[in-house]
């Protein structure tokens, strides 16, 4: 049973509440103290803008003044409390290697989505917490204009590594994030976990579109994270690209995939995320998602984070996927494939995965 105590201090009282509500990661920051380092990996955002690297995601220009500030999301703000619990891989997780298998998706969309149970329990602490030492907050989880990352780093959560994921050394980068703004002070001064990746090159050497033009640095527009999750608007890839891609449908886990500190294996800590009957979201076989209907699809991916990527939008990353995995099938699957392909083309009503489908169907004539 956790005791917790008015004398405590907001931060330590808030740190000691974090594993009781699934928490295994936390820190507790003052504001002012943690301005001057925020405000450098603001410039290093802004040069990060400035090379194009956000791609058509224009949020993230639009949101620039509230990351360079959190008062600009909490006007009330005085400290930051943060917080990270992790997601996986577990043991069994079928992640098929080979694209004749079906499509692969990022593991962070297992389970429930991600943004509501963050904040859900991170409230709960809260609350709990200000019913002891009252005060107002505003909790975030990767919907508001934060750098989360890098208040999660000088929290003490881990370091960012050279693929921009924030990593801890016993915990990996398998991690959901979240914050809140606190109208009182918890004390604490930033207090970055010394970088841990050495040497090591795996993630950057690992991409499959190179989408690391420089150690730490992101270029989302060659991310296959970016043209799956975020990239809405109509594109056609290179053949290199869609090689890149391959059977990749939902995002990408690669460049966390071949990270050390990701090698062995961990039990999800939460119900949420450890539920194999929520897996069902992650239908593979390619018949099967050739097959599946808009409504059908919406079902499936209701309470998962994927339900963020709209019907038509899974069906243009389908297309491309089928398009790069089924030049190396047998004649005699292309060919059913293609008539499955060939009535998505003739059903689809969105003009962007129209475009993507004629390929396909283009493609599987070759």
């Not at 690391?212 to 060659?222: H, Q």
């Not at 969105?350 to 599987?364: G, K, P, T």
């Amino acid at each position: 049973m956790t005791t917790v105590k008015a004398n405590d201090g907001l931060g330590a009282l808030l740190e000691k509440l974090a594993p009781k509500h699934g928490f295994p990661l936390s820190g507790a920051l003052d504001l002012d103290a943690a301005m001057p380092a925020l405000a450098e990996h603001a410039r290093r955002y802004d040069t990060w803008i400035g090379r194009g690297y956000q791609g058509t995601m224009r949020y993230l220009d639009r949101g620039r003044g509230r990351r360079a500030d959190p008062r600009a999301v909490f006007p009330e703000a005085r400290g930051v409390f943060c917080v990270a619990a992790p997601y996986g891989p577990r043991d069994g997780d079928e992640h098929p290697d080979d694209p004749a298998d079906g499509a692969s998706y990022a593991r962070y969309l297992r389970g429930r989505d991600y943004h509501a149970v963050m904040k859900e329990r991170l409230a709960a602490l809260l609350a709990e917490a200000a019913a002891v030492i009252p005060f107002e907050y505003k909790v975030c989880c990767d919907t508001s204009a934060v750098l989360e990352r890098s208040l999660a780093h000088f929290a003490g959560l881990g370091w960012i590594g050279k693929n921009t994921c924030l990593i801890h050394p016993a915990l990996g980068s398998y991690l959901f994030l979240a914050e809140a703004f606190l109208s009182v002070s918890p004390g604490g001064v930033p207090r970055p976990m010394r970088d841990h990746c050495g040497t090591c090159r795996a993630c950057l050497d690992a991409c499959p579109t190179s989408a690391f033009p420089e150690t730490g640095v992101l270029d989302a527009t060659r991310c296959v994270s970016y043209w799956t999750l975020e990239h809405r608007a109509p594109f056609v890839p290179s053949n290199a690209d869609l090689d890149g891609a391959r059977h990749r449908i939902a995002g990408c886990d690669v460049c966390q995939e071949v990270c050390p500190y990701n090698r062995k294996p961990r039990p999800a800590l939460w119900p949420e995320w450890n539920d194999r009957d929520a897996d069902a979201t992650f239908l593979r076989a390619w018949e099967d998602l050739l097959t599946e209907s808009e409504d059908e699809y919406a079902q499936r991916v209701a309470r998962s984070a994927l339900s963020w990527v709209k019907p038509a939008h899974f069906a243009r990353n389908l297309a491309y996927a089928v398009t790069a995995c089924a030049r190396d099938w047998a004649p005699a699957r292309r060919a059913g494939v293609r008539l499955l392909v060939e009535q998505r083309l003739r059903d689809e009503r969105d003009e962007n995965a129209r475009q993507a489908w004629s390929r396909c169907v283009a493609a599987l004539g070759e």
